[in-house]
Each structure stands twice: as structure tokens, then as C-alpha cells.
């Protein structure tokens, strides 16, 4: 509660900040059940609290003098006219009992009502071709903001709702409404889109209107933009997918490469082995001619012709193992050559499995802005 006697610093702190409060503020002196003293701001003032009026038994000043408590309420529309916010501090004498009451009324603006001003000046220069934002309650115009580049002079604040206001049919509706005027309204051809805005304690109850209205020729060009966004989008999705099928086949010949590569790998390693057998049976061979060569030196005259079989034998064994190591030579060569190609393979592999992955995301990628190039074209249709 608050002491009499520092009432009237109460009072003085009030006429600092009647006029701070954004959307505005009533101040009430309450003595018993008489309003004996009344502040209120540039914007916001209720005719029905006036000096020397009475408050009922129901009121929150009433109440919070009985109950010796600070109360805050929220008034519905019905009872006023709109919706209100009351604070009602009690009064004490000297002996504590509560006398009065000190009372605080402002408006419940809605969230975007609040912020409007912060927001409005901000978002209207974002519109090339201009706009206008306004707020309505259930009856008027209470806020806007015009952009430099558009105006009308039809639409002001304090201005009463139309039949032909959208604003209305969005109260009516509880949805968002679009409508497209032509000169005979506004005085040149606007697209206008309204938003409800409802209680922040009910859902269902709606207090307020968002409008936007845009001069015509701007849905005009967002929808040429749109549509050549489009058409064009298209066409770089049909190469990007050309693009990735192509990395796709890339990728499937570099497996068979690799496949064959590594078959040639193969073959040549079974060469090698066969190149060992023949090293073996060529020393086999020699060591049968050297035999036979010393067998024919005991026979004399008579295994002379033997001895030239042998010989011959013996030089055969020769050239056949003097080959093996050509062959060797051939065969780890052609291993060597084989298994580099195989390493670049093995890379261009990789580096295929990569094209054709980013090759993919980018088509998502294209797939994504193409369908927000249709959203944007079917909400410039709206417009």
C-alpha cells in the first residue's frame, strides 16, 4: 500500500511519465469511492473517468482498497471499448487502513501493435516499389507507416473501416485475406493482404488487423521474376542431372578399368610362375645333357652321334634359361606400368564417386530453389 502522505510525490512521478508509456496512460486519484484526481495522456484518455465520478463496487480500485492488496487486471473490449490494463494501488492513513486507491489504466495493445513502430519504418523501405502497413482495431485505423516511394491519401490513421476495407473481412473471417483493387478505390491499382491478429489469452478472439498494400506493377514484376527464375532454374537442373549421368557412366567405366586392370595384375603374376617352371625344367634339362655328354666321352666312337644330341641338348638349356629372365624383365614391367595405371585408376575412381555425389547434391540443391520459385510464383498470383 501506499501512505498518504507520499501521495503527492506519486503524482508528480505520474506527470513525468503520462506521455512515456507507448500507446498512452490514465492516472487516478481515488479517495473512498470518488475520483478526486485525474492525469491523463496525449493519446490515450477515457471519458468516462472524469473528476468527481464514482467507482463501482466491481472495479479493480474498488476491490483492491477492500482487499488491502495491489490488483492487476486486464478489462475485455466489451466493457470499455477496448482492451485495457488496470493497476490499483491501495491508499493508507496513518493507521493503515486503506482509504483510496492510486489507479494506472493503459491500453493492451497486441504484440505487433507494440512493435509496430519499432519495425514499420524498417520493413516499409524493404519494398522497392513502396508500401504501406497499417494496424486496425475492429473499427478504424490506429497505426501505419508509408514508405517514401507510395501513399495514399485515403488511408490515414483514425480513418473508420469500409465494406470495401479487406480489413473487415478478415475480422469476419478470422483469416488471412488478399484482395486485388483497381484505380476506383485507392486511386491506382493495389494489392492489399490482411492479417489477424488474436488475443494473446485466447486464441479465438481477434483484436486487431495487420495490412500490407503494395502498388500493383510490384506483384506484376515479382511474378515476371519468378517465372524467369523458373524457366531458368529448369535449365540448369537439366544439365546439372546430364552432368551427373555422365559422372554416373564415368563411374561405372572406371570400375570395369579397374576391374580389367587388376585381371592384367593377375595374369601377369601366373606368367612369372610359369616363367619359374620353365627356369626349372631348363636346369633339369642341362644337367641330362651334361650326363649324357659324359656318358657318350665313355662310349667313344660309338656315342660320338649321342654326344652332338647331348650337345645340342646342353644349348638348348641354355637359350631357354637366358629367355626366363627377359621374360621376368617383360612380366614385372608390364606389372609396374599395370599397377601405376591401376593407382590413377583407383583415383580417377574416387574422384568420379565424388563428381557424381556433388554432382547430386547440387541437383537437390537446384530441385530446392525451383520449388521455391513455383512458391514464389504462385504467391505472386496471389498478390
Avoid: C
Avoid at 501493435?113 to 519494398?127: C, G, T, V
Avoid at 614385372?332 to 599395370?338: A, C, G, H, L
Amino acid at each position: 500500500m501506499i501512505a498518504v502522505n507520499e501521495l503527492n510525490t506519486l503524482k508528480m512521478l505520474a506527470e513525468i511519465q503520462v506521455n512515456i508509456i507507448s500507446g498512452g496512460s490514465l492516472f487516478l486519484g481515488i479517495d473512498g469511492d470518488t475520483i478526486t484526481w485525474k492525469k491523463a495522456s496525449d493519446a490515450f484518455d477515457l471519458d468516462i473517468f472524469n473528476i468527481g465520478s464514482k467507482i463501482g463496487n466491481n472495479s479493480t480500485a474498488r476491490r483492491a482498497i477492500v482487499e488491502k492488496r495491489t490488483l492487476t487486471e486486464k478489462i475485455p473490449r466489451s466493457l470499455y471499448g477496448m482492451r485495457l490494463t488496470t493497476v490499483a494501488i491501495p491508499i493508507a492513513n496513518e493507521a493503515g487502513d486503506a482509504v483510496g486507491a492510486f489507479s494506472i489504466i493503459f491500453p493492451r495493445l497486441h504484440p505487433v501493435s507494440a512493435a509496430f513502430d519499432n519495425f514499420a519504418p524498417i520493413l516499409a523501405e524493404m519494398f522497392s516499389e513502396g508500401v504501406i502497413l497499417y494496424i486496425s482495431d475492429l473499427q478504424k485505423i490506429v497505426q501505419r507507416q508509408a514508405s517514401k516511394e507510395f501513399d495514399l491519401p485515403n488511408n490515414q490513421v483514425g480513418d473508420e473501416l469500409k465494406e470495401s476495407d479487406i480489413a473487415l473481412k478478415t475480422i469476419k473471417t478470422k483469416q488471412i485475406s488478399f484482395a486485388t483493387f483497381d484505380a476506383s478505390v485507392y486511386g491506382v491499382p493495389v494489392q492489399v493482404v490482411n492479417y489477424p491478429l488474436f488475443d494473446e489469452d485466447n486464441e479465438n478472439e481477434i483484436v486487431a488487423t495487420f495490412g500490407i498494400i503494395i502498388p500493383k506493377k510490384t506483384a506484376t514484376q515479382l511474378n515476371d521474376i519468378s517465372g524467369n527464375l523458373d524457366n531458368g532454374l529448369a535449365g540448369i537442373s537439366a544439365a546439372i542431372e546430364q552432368l551427373a549421368a555422365s559422372a554416373s557412366q564415368i563411374h561405372a567405366n572406371e570400375q570395369e578399368l579397374n576391374k580389367d586392370i587388376k585381371g592384367i595384375i593377375s595374369l601377369s603374376d601366373e606368367i612369372n610362375e610359369v616363367s619359374v617352371f620353365i627356369k626349372e625344367i631348363a636346369d633339369e634339362t642341362k644337367m641330362l645333357g651334361l650326363n649324357a655328354a659324359i656318358e657318350a666321352a665313355r662310349a667313344g666312337d660309338a656315342g660320338r652321334g649321342f654326344g652332338v644330341v647331348a650337345e645340342e641338348i646342353r644349348k638348348l638349356s641354355e637359350q631357354s634359361k637366358s629367355t626366363v629372365p627377359k621374360i621376368k624383365k617383360l612380366t614385372d614391367s608390364i606389372k609396374t606400368n599395370v599397377t601405376t595405371v591401376s593407382e590413377k585408376s583407383e583415383s580417377s575412381l574416387y574422384s568420379s564417386q565424388e563428381q557424381a555425389a556433388a554432382s547430386e547434391e547440387i541437383t537437390a540443391s537446384i530441385e530446392e530453389i525451383t520449388s521455391m520459385a513455383e512458391e514464389l510464383n504462385r504467391i505472386a498470383k496471389k498478390l
